[in-house]
C-alpha cells in the first residue's frame, strides 16, 4: 500500500504511450487502470501487473518482473488492437503480499469493487525457479490476528493480574495439539507480533499472534479456522480474559482455465521454452499435496477467466521471499524473465484476439465452472 514511485513510473509510461489511466481505484491510492480501445469490436484483455515489495528484502518475490512484463506486452497489443479490433486493459494491483496493518490483497479490494468485470480474460505471470510452468494449483488462505487481553500486575503478584502473554501460549500450543486430528496438509503459521512488552517484570496485559492458515481445500478450511476461532475462545474462558480474533484478508483457490492454459503452452513452445507437463499439476491435485503458493489473483479467477502461469527465473534453485530471489529478479536472468513473459502474453493475447471463437470457448469453460460454484473443474 506505499507503492508510490511504482505505481507513478507505470502510470506516466502507460499516459506516454497513449492508454486512458484511472488512479487511484476502488479506494487504493497505488492502484490503476489504464485502457487503450480501438475503433472496432472484438476481445477485451485485461492484463495484471503487481509492483509490491516484502518487507526488508526488495523484490525478492519478482514482482518487479510482474510489473514490467505486463507494461510490455501492453504496449505490445497497443500496436495490435487497431487492426485486429478489441481492447487491452492493464489493472495495476498493489499489495498482494498483504503484509501492511489494513491490508486485505490489492486484486480482492479491486475485485468486490468490479475492477474486473469489463474485460473477456486476464492474463498474468509470476517468476520462479524451474521450467516454466503454465498451471499450478494455488492455495486458499486465511490471514488473521489473534489477541489476548489480560490485567496487567507486578510480577511479585501474579494472582493480581491475567497474562496475556501465557494465554496465547497456551492457545497456540492447544492449536498445535489440535494439529494431530486435522488432515495432512494444513498449514498454521506465526508470529508473536506483541509478546506482552518489553519488561519481564509486569505481567503482560495484551498479546498477539499474527497467523496464517492454508488448506488444500477450502470448505475444511474453513472447518478447522472454526475450530482455531472456538480454542482461542475456550482458552479465554479459562483465563479469564479476552480473546479476539481478526480476519486481515482471506484468498481464493486459484480457478484454471484450460483453454488459456494451452495457449499458454503452445506459444511457450514455439519460442523453444521449456514447459513443465500441466498434467504434474494434476498429480499433486491427487495427491492433495501440502500445500504451497497462494494469491490474490485467486479471487479475479472467480470473476472472469484467467492464467496465473510461472516463467522461469533460470534453473538455479532460489526459494521466494529470500535475499537471493531478489538478487536473481534484478539480474540478468530477471530481464530475460520479462522479455520471455511480454512475449508469451502478448502472442496469446494475439491468438484471444484473432482466432475465431477462442474468447467464446474461453468463456464457456469458466461459465460451466460457476454454474457448479466452481466445485468441479
Known amino acids: 500500500l506505499q507503492e508510490h514511485r511504482a505505481c507513478e513510473l507505470l502510470v506516466s509510461t502507460l499516459r506516454e504511450s497513449g492508454f486512458e489511466v484511472e488512479s487511484p481505484v476502488a479506494g487504493l491510492d497505488t492502484a490503476f487502470v489504464a ?5 472496432k469490436p472484438g476481445p477485451r484483455i ?15 518475490c519478482g514482482h518487479n518482473i510482474i510489473a514490467a512484463s505486463a507494461v510490455g506486452t501492453a504496449l505490445a497489443l497497443r500496436s495490435v488492437v487497431d487492426d485486429t479490433g478489441g481492447s487491452v486493459t492493464i489493472f495495476g494491483t498493489p499489495d498482494e ?26 492474463l498474468m505471470t509470476h517468476p520462479h525457479s524451474g521450467g516454466n510452468a503454465v498451471w499450478d494449483y494455488t492455495f486458499p488462505l486465511k490471514d488473521f490476528n489473534v489477541t489476548f487481553l489480560g490485567k496487567p500486575a507486578h510480577y511479585t503478584l501474579p494472582h493480581e493480574g491475567v497474562n496475556a502473554l501465557e494465554c496465547l501460549l497456551a492457545f497456540l500450543g492447544a492449536v498445535r495439539a489440535m494439529q494431530r486430528n486435522w488432515r495432512s496438509g494444513v498449514m498454521f503459521a506465526f508470529t508473536i507480533v506483541d509478546g506482552g512488552g518489553e519488561s519481564p517484570i509486569i505481567i ?17 478450511l474453513e472447518e478447522v479456522f472454526s475450530r482455531v476461532e472456538q480454542c482461542a475462545g475456550n482458552i479465554a474462558d479459562t483465563m479469564e480474559t479476552q480473546a479476539n480474533v481478526k480476519m486481515n484478508g482471506e484468498y481464493k483457490s486459484t480457478i484454471p482455465n484450460l483453454g488459456l492454459v494451452a495457449l499458454v503452452q503452445e506459444n511457450l513452445r514455439l519460442l523453444d521454452a521449456p514447459v513443465v507437463d500441466p498434467a504434474e499439476s494434476q498429480r499433486a491435485l491427487e495427491r492433495l499435496d501440502y500445500p504451497g503458493p497462494s494469491t490474490d489473483f485467486a479471487d479475479v479467477s472467480w470473476v472472469v477467466p484467467g492464467i496465473h502461469w510461472w ?6 534453485p532460489r526459494v521466494l521471499h529470500t535475499p537471493e530471489f531478489a538478487e536473481a529478479a534484478g539480474s540478468a536472468d530477471g530481464d530475460r524473465a520479462v522479455l520471455l513473459a511480454s512475449q508469451v502474453m502478448a502472442m496469446t493475447a494475439v491468438d484471444i484476439l484473432t482466432i475465431p471463437g477462442c474468447v467464446e470457448r474461453i468463456t464457456e469453460e469458466f461459465t460451466r465452472y460457476k454454474e457448479e460454484d466452481f466445485r468441479n473443474v
Open 46 to 60: 485485461g492484463l495484471a501487473a503487481e509492483y509490491d515489495c516484502v518487507p526488508d528484502l526488495g523484490h525478492a
Open 35 to 39: 485502457s487503450y480501445r480501438s475503433d
Open 311 to 316: 516463467c522461469s527465473l533460470g534453473d538455479a
Open 97 to 122: 503480499e498483504a503484509v501492511s496493518p489494513g491490508s486485505r490483497g490489492g486484486k480482492v479490494v479491486m475485485a468486490e469493487d468490479g475492477v474486473f468485470d469489463d474485460v473477456d480474460v486476464v
Open 204 to 220: 503482560p496485559r495484551k498479546a498477539t499472534a499474527h497467523v496464517v492458515m492454508k488448506a488444500f481445500d477450502a470448505a475444511y
